[in-house]
Nanobody, 115 residues
Framework: QVQLVESGGGWVQPGGSLRLSCAAS????????MRWYRQAPGKEREWVAS???????GYAASVKGRFTVSRDNAKNTIYLHMSTLKPEDTAVYYC?????????WGQGTQVTVSS
């Protein structure tokens, strides 16, 4: 069973930046697909970004060009680098790992973008 712990959320002004971290309980070299999702109040959870083992990444249209996902295999951690943040980016951000056709989730970290 993979355990995931997110961190790095907080409050930031529009146009600012944050870096979210997701630490896994095992080597992320064994996890083919890791993803970031977010859920805003009153809305469904939505996919934000993906990181495939070996390098390929993918982004939702709403964040492409502003967010970057990366892996640090030595630390068993993936990151979501967020820049040019907008109020509509306000949400709880969740880390997801897909392994052996099972989905694992972290507890989420709150990101609030406001002036």
């Amino acid at each position: 069973q993979v355990q995931l712990v997110e961190s790095g959320g907080g409050w930031v002004q529009p146009g600012g930046s944050l870096r979210l971290s997701c630490a896994a309980s095992e080597s992320i070299n064994s996890i083919n697909l890791m993803r970031w999702y977010r859920q805003a109040p009153g809305k469904e959870r939505e996919w934000v970004a993906s990181s495939l083992l070996g390098g390929p990444t993918g982004y939702a249209a709403s964040v492409k060009g502003r967010f970057t996902v990366s892996r640090d295999n030595a630390k068993n951690t993936i990151y979501l680098h967020m820049s040019t943040l907008k109020p509509e980016d306000t949400a709880v951000y969740y880390c997801n790992a897909k392994k052996s056709d099972r989905d694992y989730w972290g507890q989420g970290t709150q990101v609030t973008v406001s002036s």
